[in-house]
């Protein structure tokens, strides 16, 4: 069992940065995929960003690209998402999520353990 944590969730104007953190209950995360979600009021869970294992590839969904960064930080095991320029549509609870088989894509099932999420919301 993996036990995800995810942090730096907040409040931020229209324009700001934020950048969340996220944890698995593991020696290293550097053996599984992983990737961010996020979920609007009243909308689908979507694919917001996503890394491989050895962290060659990063993937984006389309609203984020430009804006957002996934990475890994190996000296704290967490892999963070720096979120720039945000907007009012970024409003969501970001969710990250582990594969032990190493995806990193946009499939939510192909994703083994999830965190409980954390708020972010962006004012106008």
């Known amino acids: 069992q993996v036990q995800v944590a995810e942090s730096g969730g907040g409040l931020v104007q229209a324009g700001g940065s934020l950048r969340l953190s996220c944890a698995p209950s593991?020696?290293?995360?550097?053996?599984?995929?992983m990737g961010w979600f996020r979920q609007a009021p009243g909308k689908e869970r979507e694919f917001v960003a996503g890394?491989?294992?050895?962290?060659?590839?990063?993937y984006y969904a389309e609203p984020v690209k430009g804006r957002f960064m996934i990475s890994r930080d190996d000296a704290k095991n967490t892999v963070d998402l720096q979120m720039n320029s945000l907007k009012p549509e970024d409003t969501a609870v970001y969710y990250c999520?582990?594969?032990?088989?190493?995806?990193?894509?946009?499939?939510?099932?192909?994703?083994?353990?999830w965190g409980q999420g954390t708020h972010v919301t962006v004012s106008s």
């Open positions: 890394i491989t294992s050895d962290s060659a590839n990063t």
């Open positions: 999520a582990v594969s032990l088989r190493g995806y990193s894509g946009s499939m939510p099932d192909q994703y083994n353990y």
């Open positions: 593991t020696r290293t995360s550097r053996r599984y995929g």
